[in-house]
Each structure stands twice: as C-alpha cells, then as structure tokens.
C-alpha cells in the first residue's frame, strides 16, 4: 500500500486521537490515584496517600523517583512541564506496544489478541485457561497483554519492559477499548500490515500545533526534546533508496566486481555501462592518461562522447558481509535501515557462493571470524541466521529520542521476523536476537550523590583507580551535550583528551622528582596548579595505555552494579549510564556507510556554540540545507527515468 498523502491523514488522525485518550486517561490517573497533578503542578506527599493498595503505592515511589530523576537531568524544567513528559512518554510507551501488537498480528506473529478485543482468539483461549480466577474480563484482558508484553520483552525489552521508566502506567478498561477501537477502525486496520506504519506512528504523535507552538517561544531548540520534535522529519522513500543504493548498493557493487543482481534491484544505483574494474595493485591513472594521439582531451568531448568513455574503477577488496557497517547517525525510526537490511540480504546471499569462486582473489575479515563455509554446515543453515547478523553486526542508529529508540528497535525487529517469515521459518526455531546496536545519545545522569558514591566505593583502592575515578566525573561532564549534539559529540575525543591531559601532568611531575625540569618549570608548576589529577602515586607507566579501556570497563561495571541494587532511582540512573555507554562504543566504531537525512531546521544554541569550536566547516551544514532541495529534484527527474540501466545522473 501506498502511503500517499490520504493514507497518511488517516493514520495522522488515528494517532492524534490515541494521544488524547491516553493523555486524558494518565494525567487523571496522575491526579486521583497517585497525589501527582501536571495541572496544577503539585504534588501530595506520599504518606498521605493512604488509600492505595500495595502495589499501587510502590507504583507511586517509582514515579517520584522518576520525577526527581528528571528534576535532576532537566532542572531548566519546571514542575509542571516534567510531570507532562510523565504522562506523554508513558502514552507514547502504550501507543507503541499496542501497535507493536497489532502488527504483529497482522504479520501472522501472534494470534489474533487485539484485532477483535474482548473477543479476539488469542484472549478467548486464555481465558478459557485461566477460569475466573484473574477477575472481570476487564482484568484478565489486561493481565493478557501484559503476559504478551512480557514475551516480547525477550527480544524488545528497550519498548516491552513493563519496569521500564515508561512502562509503570496502563490505561483502565473504558479509555483501553477505546484505544481498541481507533486502531481497529477499518481505515487504519489495513495500514497494520505496512513496515513504514509504525514510523509515521512516530511522526504524527508532536502535533503541528506543538511544532509552531516550540517555534513561536524560541527561534532555536532549547532542549533536546525541542530539538527531536521540531526537526522530526519522515524521510521519503525515493530519498532512502537513492542514498541507500549509491552507498551500501555501490560498495558491494564494486567488491563483487559487479557480478552482483544489486544491479536489477538497485533502481536508483548510478552506474555506467563502460565501467571496467581494475585488478590490485593496478592504477587507473595508466588509463586515463595517455599521451600524443592517444591522449584524449575531455574537455573537447561532448556529453555523449563523455558517456561513452570507459571509466575504470579502483580495485575494492571484498569484505566479509558481518564486517560491513552501517550507521544512521539520527535514525528516528530506522527507516534507511529498513531498507539496507533489503539489500544486506542480497549481500549476504552472494558472499557465500563468492567465497569459492574465482572473481574475487580474496576476502578480508577480522582474525576472530571463520569463513562463511566453515561457520556454517550448508547454505540453508546460514540464510536462517542471516536476519539475525544483520541486526547484530551490520546496523546501526544513533537517535536523541528515547522514543524514536524503541521505534526502531521495533521495526528492525519485525522486518527480520519477515524475512523468516518468507523462509518459512516456524517463530521457534528463529535465531534469538541478542542485542542490537540502536543507541539513544544522552546526557549522564546528573545526580550528583549517586556518582560520587560509585566512585568512592569502586574506585578508590588504588591510586589508578582514583585516577580513573576522576577522568570518569570528566566524561560525565562532556556527556552533558550529548542529549542535542547526538554523534556531532565528539565524546571518544574527549575521553582520549583527559587522559592525554592527565599523563601531560604526570610526566611533568616525573621530570621535576627527577631533578630534569626544563627552564619553564615555572609555567609547568602554573599549569600543574590548573589540572587537579592525582596523579603523583602512579608508577606503572603502562598503566597509561590501558586507561581510557579501564574508564569504559568501570563505567559498565557500574550500570550493571546500580541496576541490581539499591533502589529505583538509582535504577534510573544506571539505565542512563548503560545507554550513554552503549552510545560511546557506537561512536568509537569505524563505519563503511554513514547514511541519514540531512538536518532541515536550526540546531540548539548550545549545540551550535559546540559545532562551531569542535568542526572547521561547520558553517557548510546550512548549505547542505540547499543541496538537498536539488537532490530531491534530481531524484523526482529519476523517477521518470527510462530505467537502471540508462542511470538519469551520470
């Protein structure tokens, strides 16, 4: 189905109306049940709430442990604005897992649990099964979905953690099967079953009345939510193809030395019929420069003539597909990775019939992996487990949104249930999925108290272990950017600059215990009074080659430590840690392809300030801003281009 601009009304208005209900449904369930108003921005003491049961007084600690949480992480917001993103990111949590259900279910994934509510297959035999013994049908549904909930939680945990921050709330019975009702309205029911669905779910949830809203108080973003909403673009089709196909379809175009059928699915892949690829260690330049009469002077040849020229193509050594990588630098909803897991497929098909054949001399990999054959007893073994390497090894995102995160989280995960789906492959003998590399870029955490009692508890035995303690608080202050300026954060530069500034200091001190101060001691003592490391009691020299290693393993330690103990703020606080940490190793990885839709709004004002120190040419940004209005016009001639193999740009 075509996601033409009626389609997307429809879809728009579905979602508009799903907010208002579960809006409406949590702040009242805020103000009457757990002493917390987002109107009035106030909030009851918790002893006076003596009403509730058990389980509803914990739910009550848990969400002012979140609010001081965001007090802590957000203090430019006020009481009101942080008790609103309560409600509006546990809205948004439901909206997904309800249409992470749905499509599902339209997939064949899942029995049938939402599409008829009360009377849909899935609940009927469940509760057949449980008797009366969960309560009204009201109650059992509930307990239903969240059983649901929790088997998908094994793979989706970033969106199904019913213990998530976001996860604490679920709508009660009248606002839940009027939730019902709007996804199952037969204009929306068939857009179920479309892969781009979830992500325009995404899209329209921020209102254009909340857009113009943002823009009339502020020409920048002020924050990172600002900054996610305002430039919160869905990027066309058409535009992910032709940057797809002209990266990651190229790449493997010219490592297979075009013996490829990328060549008949890649539509948009610019190519010339007249390439001819060299072998290693050929140069082009033997080629294309002759001299005399065999020279020929481009300049005097026409268009035509020019088409007709052979061009000669460097030699690309062919990669191992798990060794391929792919970054969306701000994936939202992982729209290009949707696709490039398309053409991923294709890649991983032909290398393994490319790992005996003659075209190629040769296949680089890491020393860690085997070859494709002695990985795998035959060809059928290996396409089972080839949804499950896409995801694992060869994309990866990078968003500011927390929600956009679990959006594509999701969509990766149901396009690899396709891909068995089509292999016939029965869901329980699928490949878990054990991680994936989608990454939220974040601020760390900014409780104070929390910080210094891991340090002073785990890193301060040794005087290398109080040192990293102290390159650990500078990361955190680096990190503080890293909610607006996402992957433009330098941030594996800024773990490598403390600690060139920390061995800077220690070998001064070394040299003057040594009695080898230069003729600026002076000046080094000035400068030893600006850095306050402690870095007089390390002897070990090496230790400075294991340091910024020994600060990405304590910080892991921590998150692990903090999320099994303690309570739940502190939970709170190792769930930032973990995916700070896991942004930091997606940034410190080195990529072939790096594809996303350019910027097409202002960046925030601390951002910008950072941009324009930390990049020389940062200033060409807005003039990417125009380029990209001339691709989209290249890219609307090509669709009534004759075809792929007479390419419209050349």
Known sequence: ?????????????????????????????????????????????????????DARLETAKILRDTLEHYRQTSPSEDLGALLDRIVREHAFT??????????????????????????SKGFQLYARLTGTGLGERGDAYRSYLFSLFDEFALDLRVLFD??????????????????LALMNDPEVAPLWAEDETIGWIYQYFNSKEERKKMRDESAAPRNSRELAVRNQFFTPRYVVEFL??????????????GETRLKEQCCYLVRRLTERFLQPGEDADRYSTGSGSDRVDDANLSQEELLKQPVYIPHRPLKDPREIRVLDPACGSMHFGLYAFDLLEAI????????????????????????????????????????????????????????????????????????????????????QIRRSNIVCAEPMPGEEALLKEFIERHLSATPELRLVGQLVRCVFKAMKLAGEAGSL??????????????????????????????????????????????????????????????????????????????????????????????????????YDVV????????????????????????????????????????????????????????
């Open 162 to 179: 019913r213990f998530s921050p976001t996860g604490r709330l679920f709508p009660r019975e009248p606002a839940l099967l009027e939730t």
């Open 348 to 431: 991983y098909e032909e290398s393994w019939d490319l790992e005996t054949t003659s075209v190629v001399p040769s296949i680089e990999r890491s020393s860690e992996l085997k070859p494709l054959r002695e990985t795998y007893f035959d060809k059928q073994a290996f396409l089972l487990d080839v949804p499950r390497l896409i995801i694992e090894h060869n994309l990866h995102g990078i968003d500011i949104d927390t929600r956009a995160v679990q959006i594509a989280g999701l969509s990766l995960w149901l396009r690899a249930q396709r891909a068995w789906q089509r292999q016939g492959v029965k869901a329980a003998a699928r490949p």
């Open 1 to 53: 189905m075509a996601f033409d601009q009626t389609t997307r009304n429809r879809l728009q208005r579905f979602v508009s109306d799903a907010r208002a209900t579960l809006t409406e449904e949590f702040t009242r369930q805020l103000q009457n049940e757990y002493g917390l108003d987002p109107v009035s921005a106030s909030v009851t003491p918790i002893e006076r709430l003596s009403n509730l049961d």
């Open 489 to 590: 954060l330098k941030i594996e530069e800024e773990v490598a600059g403390a600690v060139a500034e920390a061995k800077a200091q220690w070998l001064d001190e070394t040299k003057q215990e040594a009695g080898q101060a230069s003729l600026f001691a002076d000046l080094a003592k000035h400068e030893q009074q600006r850095l306050d490391f402690e870095v007089a009691e390390i002897t070990d020299e090496t230790f400075w080659e294991r340091a910024e290693s020994s600060i990405y393993a304590a910080l892991r330690e921590y998150a692990e430590h903090a999320e099994n103990g303690g309570g739940y703020q502190r939970r709170l606080f190792a769930e930032d840690a973990a995916r700070g940490f896991a942004f930091i190793d997606v940034c410190g990885e080195r």
């Open 595 to 650: 594809l996303m839709n350019p910027p097409f709004g202002n960046p925030s004002i601390s951002t910008r300030t950072y941009a324009s120190k930390s990049y020389q040419n940062y200033g060409l940004t807005f003039t990417l801003l125009s380029l990209t209005e001339r691709v989209r016009c290249l890219l609307k001639a090509g669709d009534s281009a004759q075809s792929h193999q007479e390419p419209f740009l050349h």
């Open 94 to 119: 439901v909206l997904n897992r309800l249409a992470a259900l749905r499509m599902a279910e339209a997939r064949g994934l899942l029995i049938e649990s939402l599409a008829n509510g009360y009377n």
């Open 244 to 257: 797809t196909d002209n990266t990651l379809g190229r790449i493997w175009y010219e490592m297979a030395r």
